[in-house]
């Protein structure tokens, strides 16, 4: 495992310890399907104990990745708030319980990445693949995952979302894939061009969430019962054509 290093700094997988494993089983979605999970997300152990336990020194806000490279770090209950992360690479790294609202991730690479509770409030996810990844009850509200991706088909993955909130979040254009969202939370969140024709399960909530033409939703989703808000074309400024 990784090691805390002294003055707050985070340890990385530059050489300061071994990066964490990937092993997982496979645990059932609501339509069971299999998403490869373990109970933590990465393997067979729950590692929220150790989390909490982590002294607050290692808990610092604005990471400072002085050049190395996070791939495989742990950042398990981490305070990585305001974190500029574009383009890093975040294979094999642990984010579970991390703290990393309002940090930038754009361009960033998600392979095999856990972000199961993570907190990534009003973060910046443009354009990001986030395929086959463990978010299950992670928080994404007031985030910005414009034109993302979620789960690639093409390549069998299938993302784990269940519980996880996306309320106000700017989802536009979001390719959601074979997600699955069950009891997700997604009230106010913006779905003009999302596609979520593919997702399995049901989401707790949707209530004011706009849509348009081109969002594509499964025959589970209806909006009006939802009280989602459809956007005519031609309506700025987010408001509603009444439909």
């Given at each position: 495992?990784?090691?805390?290093?002294?003055?707050?700094?985070?340890?990385?997988?530059?050489?300061?310890?071994?990066?964490?494993?990937?092993?997982?089983?496979?645990?059932?979605?609501?339509?069971?399907?299999?998403?490869?999970?373990?109970?933590?997300g990465?393997?067979?152990?729950?590692?929220?104990?150790?989390?909490?336990?982590?002294?607050?020194?290692?808990?610092?806000?604005?990471?400072?990745?002085?050049?190395?490279?996070?791939?495989?770090?742990?950042?398990?209950?981490?305070?990585?708030?305001?974190a500029?992360?574009?383009?890093?690479?975040?294979?094999?790294?642990?984010?579970?319980?991390?703290?990393?609202?309002?940090?930038?991730?754009?361009?960033a690479?998600?392979?095999?990445?856990n972000?199961?509770?993570?907190?990534?409030?009003?973060?910046?996810?443009?354009?990001?693949?986030?395929?086959?990844?463990?978010?299950?009850?992670?928080?994404?509200?007031?985030?910005?995952?414009?034109?993302?991706?979620?789960?690639?088909?093409?390549?069998?993955?299938?993302s784990?979302?269940?519980?996880?909130?996306?309320?106000?979040?700017?989802?536009?254009?979001?390719?959601?894939?074979?997600?699955?969202?069950?009891?997700?939370?997604?009230?106010?969140?913006?779905?003009?061009?999302?596609?979520?024709?593919?997702?399995?399960?049901?989401?707790?909530s949707?209530?004011?969430?706009?849509?348009?033409?081109?969002?594509?939703?499964?025959?589970?989703?209806?909006?009006?019962?939802?009280?989602?808000?459809f956007?005519?074309?031609?309506?700025?400024?987010?408001?509603?054509?009444?439909?």
């Amino acid at each position: 495992m990784n090691q805390r290093a002294a003055g707050g700094r985070i340890g990385l997988a530059d050489g300061t310890g071994a990066p964490a494993g990937n092993a997982s089983d496979a645990s059932s979605d609501a339509n069971g399907g299999d998403v490869a999970t373990g109970p933590d997300g990465r393997g067979n152990t729950d590692r929220r104990s150790t989390a909490a336990s982590q002294p607050r020194s290692a808990r610092r806000s604005d990471l400072d990745l002085g050049g190395r490279d996070p791939a495989g770090g742990d950042f398990r209950g981490g305070d990585m708030t305001n974190a500029d992360l574009r383009g890093a690479n975040l294979k094999d790294a642990d984010f579970s319980d991390a703290n990393l609202s309002g940090a930038n991730l754009e361009d960033a690479v998600f392979d095999a990445t856990n972000l199961r509770r993570v907190k990534l409030r009003g973060a910046s996810l443009v354009g990001v693949e986030i395929d086959g990844i463990n978010m299950a009850s992670a928080d994404f509200s007031g985030a910005d995952l414009r034109a993302a991706r979620l789960s690639c088909d093409e390549c069998g993955l299938r993302s784990d979302a269940r519980g996880a909130n996306f309320a106000g979040a700017d989802l536009r254009g979001l390719e959601f894939g074979r997600t699955v969202v069950h009891k997700a939370v997604l009230d106010g969140a913006d779905l003009r061009g999302a596609n979520m024709a593919l997702v399995h399960g049901t989401p707790r909530s949707m209530r004011g969430a706009l849509y348009d033409m081109s969002t594509r939703f499964p025959p589970s989703i209806r909006p009006e019962l939802q009280r989602m808000k459809f956007v005519d074309a031609d309506t700025t400024n987010g408001g509603s054509a009444g439909r």
